[in-house]
């Protein structure tokens, strides 16, 4: 890997002001990433689940945690598309974790597939695919 | 419309505990709206502009108002696909608006396109496509 | 299941009257399919290598027989949404083959995912994600 | 315009073998594009009306040219991704046409949207997005 766990967890914090908002790097391979996010007011919508905006933040950045795992810790890569289906409807309250796997890492873009999880549930809440820019003079192979 | 301005926006700040997190509701016609949000730490990214879920967020809301617009004021209606393409980099601290239209209202589903818009750009900062489905026992055509 | 391979391979070449265009079945199982299509020249595009919608048939049908294995022989069964992701170049004139995986089946929409491969590739040539919508009155769980 | 309606026309015949298949261009502007197909038995799916996959080439080619108008006559530029809603159910046998408009080109992508037409119905029956990736020694804006 181009970081450490340890790396990219600190870099995660220092770089999102909001820290804990964004959720937080519980494991770190080679091409993937998973992340938690505790669950709290702010992230329910009408009907007191979990609000969509709330999943596709943990998605997005879960995905830019496995993509730093290639090409290391790079703070100018952008999502570019993000496509999501929302699948089921999470347990209220309970934290949500998400698995970031890449299908691709090019000279100029990485694509991935993230599942999103609701603790409490064995089938996926949502799935998403997503490709991140890279900024062509930080990548560094 | 199903649903007047004041209606709508009422409702928005009742559902939403989080409230103007989500953004402000500034106009609605049948089968269209618009919403602003003013850019807060909370919303930026690494790099200091706003973030790709800031943008989500309110284009998903700006969808959701959109579609009540023509549905009236059905709570349970939830996004179930959501695609969105970034284009540009937004003004960084400056206020971002959307304006959602609808492509089509079914008996099950809604679809929409958003752009958002980052004020001070002419051009388009994201453009977002989005289904909703509608409770069946929920709809009054 | 809720149809044999045997059955679903007849039922694919009846309904679609270019029948071997599409694809043919290689293997069906609970929620899953996989089908392969001899590339030709109809399926070329400039740089001789196979097109996109030569890819997005193969992953749509593939979807469609993964979604009948759980629901039965619909035909109207119809796509809502389709995303896909072109990852890689396939190899010129080489077979590709598709697996589609249901992620979820409800009562009015069924959503999966689909890798595509080319013969002679260890990874994936794209991925596609894709809703279809199941009609109410044919729905027998 | 980077090219004219008429090498744009020229082009895509010689380019694509199967020609016709493809659609025709229509007509081209700074950033549009529209091109019409004649729908066949090969682009019907079953329930008699017309297949996903031939509102996808059509969306796919017509995007293509609209991208074309302003880089030029690139063969290499290639759809990275395809995103398309089907919204409503095209008139059997009548012709389908499309309209692709850029939302953006950078120096290695092009961002459009598409509408989906068909002959005798006032409203679209697709809406795609799509994004194309530019070949970098190939620009010359």
Redesign the interface.
């Known amino acids: 890997m181009k970081v450490t766990f340890e790396e990219l967890k600190f870099f995660l914090e220092e770089?999102?002001?909001?820290g804990a908002?964004y959720g937080a790097l519980e494991a770190l391979g080679e091409g993937w990433a998973e992340m938690t996010l505790a669950v709290e007011?702010?992230h329910?919508?009408?009907?007191g689940t979990v609000?969509?905006?709330a999943m596709?933040?943990l998605a997005?950045v879960t995905m830019y945690a496995a993509l730093l795992s290639r090409i290391g810790l790079v703070?100018?890569a952008?999502?570019?598309?993000?496509?999501?289906?929302?699948?089921?409807?999470p347990v209220a309250h309970a934290p949500i974790r998400a698995r970031a796997t890449l299908?691709?890492v090019g000279r100029?873009?990485g694509?991935g597939?993230v599942f999103v999880y609701s603790d409490g549930m064995e089938?996926?809440v949502a799935?998403s695919?997503m490709?991140y820019s890279i900024p062509p003079e930080k990548y560094q192979n």
């Open positions: 770089q999102f002001p909001q908002a007011d702010d329910l919508r009408p009907g609000s969509g905006p596709m933040a997005d703070p100018l952008v999502t570019t598309n993000l496509n999501i289906n929302f699948l089921r409807k299908l691709k100029t873009m694509v597939e089938d996926p799935h695919t490709t």
